[in-house]
């Protein structure tokens, strides 16, 4: 844990206060959206109130808890925690209680000459499956506010506006170097030479490194461009605008896969009808779900990927080859436990065989996963972050075009781009969980309309028709 400062705890500590206020002055779409995204670029990061008898209150924890305190005692509202699918309430149960199977399967301490890295206990279990229960409070409360057609475009409002407010720090980071966390909060929360990059400096702001900002910086430059596309006409010279100057932002962040996504993103909102748009989204996240078997198999060709990288920039291709080489490892590691994982510790990592000091680095959320929680981990995981797309997609097919939101279409799209990203980095925050939540609501929605439409259709075609005598 960080040296933080007073100001570090007290700002956690005081979160549900100010989660508190946007319930009594919001809508409450409006006010969850902000509850979380407020509490990702504001509290700190890394540091974390340890209390006794509960998980540690991180600034992700803190998001989750306080919105659900304001749903459940201020508005006094009822939301349903199973989805309507019996695969995902399968997830869910499967995402919070496979920390038991995972701890029952490591009750082995691992010894080396110089450190010991010890055997899990039912605590464990009992805190992990608090965490995991935490982790989805965003989820269940997006699935019961934000799945309406006008919460979505909420939410790609709110991502251009704290787009625009995140801008002015991020830009002095870039320019000065990161010093915002260390001046506000008493710590720097990374290794300072990951902020070096093309002959400049990362912003980190109050985020845990510079690539959750750049991704950041990427997801509020395509709410402006979708908001482009799709505003009143009288607005868009002033979406337009917008959008320019977050791209000019995202850039100065610094980082390629970002920029990449980015591009990549822009022509299929500007360009794309809405139902091939969700079908690209389907297609990103069947290339997630598949990504860790196709590596097993060695069937990803990681070789000639390698080599092109290199070819495009050797810097950013010696780093791409460094990450590809670790999750070698760590699959093979993985692979010695494959169903339940490691567990905590660092207990799925690669040590040092004398001193124990871990000799490894884990980048991609998905090999994290596979390591600390096995298949079982893994597939509970991503499938409950993948579902909401795949129903999405499955609307695509059988819904007329008119009946697919726009800012629905927009939001899944960001969510599958941030689940490919969990590919190469662990970037999974609590607002990917609150985008999951709302597009299921919202896929959910769609299949109740179709289903009702269909039942219509078949009481008028069974209704005998009238006769004049």
Not at 233 to 239: I, L, N, S, V, W
Not at 253 to 282: D, E, I, W
Not at 313 to 329: K, T
Request: net charge positive; charged share 15%; aromatic share 12%.
């Amino acid at each position: 844990m960080p040296d933080a400062n007073t100001l570090a705890y007290l700002m956690l500590a005081i979160w549900p206060v100010v989660s508190w206020m946007f319930f009594t002055k919001m809508a409450p779409a409006r006010a969850l959206i902000w509850t979380v995204l407020g509490a990702y670029m504001l509290l700190p990061p890394v540091v974390a109130l340890d209390l006794p008898l509960v998980p540690d209150i991180d600034k992700d924890a803190a998001a989750g808890l306080a919105a659900l305190a304001a749903v459940l005692f201020l508005l006094r509202e009822r939301f349903g925690l199973w989805p309507e699918s019996w695969l995902g309430r399968g997830l869910i149960v499967l995402y919070i209680l496979s920390p038991f199977a995972t701890v029952l399967t490591n009750r082995d301490a691992i010894w080396f000459p110089g450190a010991t890295l010890p055997a899990l206990r039912i605590y464990d279990s009992l805190a992990v499956v608090g965490n995991q229960f935490i982790a989805l409070i965003p989820f269940f409360l997006a699935r019961r506010f934000l799945s309406g057609q006008q919460a979505m475009r909420a939410m790609l409002v709110a991502l251009m506006a704290a787009g625009l407010i995140y801008s002015l720090p991020m830009l002095i980071e870039a320019r000065l170097s990161p010093q915002l966390n260390l001046m506000v909060y008493g710590f720097f929360q990374h290794d300072f030479s990951q902020a070096i990059r093309f002959g400049g400096f990362r912003p980190f702001v109050f985020m845990p490194h510079g690539l959750w900002v750049a991704f950041f910086a990427m997801m509020c430059f395509i709410a402006s461009v979708t908001l482009f596309r799709i505003g009143p006409a009288a607005a868009r010279p002033r979406y337009l605008i917008i959008a320019l100057y977050l791209l000019v932002v995202l850039l100065f962040c610094r980082s390629a896969g970002p920029v990449v996504y980015a591009m990549g993103l822009v022509p299929v909102v500007m360009v794309l009808p809405r139902r091939v748009q969700l079908l690209v989204a389907g297609a990103i996240v069947a290339v997630v779900i598949s990504y860790p078997l196709l590596r097993g198999l060695h069937l990803v060709p990681v070789d000639e990927i390698m080599r092109f990288a290199m070819g495009l920039n050797p810097e950013r291709g010696a780093s791409l080859q460094f990450r590809i080489l670790n999750e070698e490892l760590l699959l093979n590691r993985a692979a010695e436990r494959p169903w339940f994982g490691w567990g905590l510790y660092g207990r799925g990592l690669l040590h040092d065989p004398m001193t124990g000091e871990i000799n490894v680095i884990a980048d991609g959320g998905w090999i994290i996963t596979l390591g600390t929680f096995g298949w079982a981990g893994y597939i509970a995981a991503f499938g409950l972050l993948a579902l909401p797309v795949v129903l999405m997609a499955r609307e695509a097919v059988r819904q007329p075009s008119a009946a697919l939101s726009p800012f629905a279409c927009a939001v899944t799209l960001i969510l599958a781009v941030n689940l490919f990203d969990l590919l190469p980095n662990d970037t999974l925050i609590p607002f990917t969980w609150l985008m999951a939540g709302a597009v299921l609501g919202h896929a959910e929605a769609l299949r109740g309309a179709w289903k009702t439409a269909k039942r219509e259709e078949s009481v008028v075609a069974l209704r005998p028709g009238r006769t004049v005598i």
